[in-house]
């Protein structure tokens, strides 16, 4: 089983806060998870390409 961390430019103390940087982006309507990393410490990861398309990579992680 394949394990990987992701690396976050900016973290949130809540999930609630996460997904709120989020909505303040206007990034809301695109698909995405909450990730807490090992400092239990949270951001968003959004999947796809029309992440890509959107530029959401200038702000928040994105995965294929």
Do not use: S
Not at 7 to 22: F, G, L, M, R, S
Not at 27 to 43: A, H, Q, V
């Amino acid at each position: 089983m394949a394990r990987f961390d992701i690396v976050a430019p900016k973290t949130y103390a809540t999930e609630a806060n996460a997904d709120k940087a989020v909505k303040v982006r206007g990034f809301d309507d695109l698909r995405y998870f909450i990730y807490k990393n090992w400092e239990d410490r949270y951001f968003p990861v959004f999947v796809g390409q029309p992440a890509i398309e959107r530029g959401v990579h200038f702000h928040f992680n994105c995965v294929g």
